[in-house]
């Protein structure tokens, strides 16, 4: 008796569920359509137009601790000013300075990068986004190059006389 009424439980449990997921998941006829999302819109044709000289500068082998200053440099190629927004570097051992006035049609600008190789160590890529109102937005920047650890401190031998007395120092 127990079972058959376990049984009877578990099938109007199962059919219960089945039916409540037919009931979700059927639309009415009169359900509104779907809601598209709004359009965006399209490039603006006469946007700035960043034209870098390079997007990437190889500072080669440094030593560990080095400091690494390089100027990137662009001329505005589009018909609108450039307005640089934002530049950040991927960490906080690179820092960009950039133009904070727009970069007028034609105009020659420069984003400066400055990088601190203090506790790194091997090879680098590092990277400066930049945010602008530019058609190539955004734009990213890379120095790369490699850091060599310093060379390990000479450490005076510490072995003892051969009567086992103390170094003296």
């Known amino acids: 008796m127990k079972k058959s009424i376990l049984a009877l439980g578990m099938f109007l449990f199962v059919t219960a569920a ?12 009169s359900a509104a359509p779907a809601v598209t999302p709004a359009a965006t819109p399209p490039p603006n044709p006469n946007a700035g137009d960043f034209k870098f000289q390079e997007l990437e500068f190889n500072f080669g082998t440094i030593k560990q601790g080095d400091v690494i200053n390089h100027d990137f440099n ?5 018909k609108e000013p450039i307005i640089i927004s934002e530049a950040h570097g991927s960490c906080g051992c690179t820092v960009p ?8 049609k034609g105009q020659k600008s420069t ?3 400055t990088f601190n190789s203090a506790g790194k160590m091997g090879m680098q890529d590092k990277t400066v986004t930049i945010n602008s109102n530019a058609k190539n937005n955004p734009v990213v920047l890379h120095l790369k190059g490699n850091v060599e650890a310093p060379p390990a401190p000479a450490v005076p031998p510490t072995t003892k006389p051969a009567d086992g007395a103390p170094i003296a120092h």
């Open 97 to 104: 300075q950039w133009p904070k006035e727009p970069v007028a």
């Open 74 to 78: 662009f001329t505005n190629d589009g």
């Open 111 to 113: 984003i400066k990068v």
């Open 18 to 29: 089945v039916n409540a997921q037919d009931k979700n998941t059927v639309a009415p006829a």
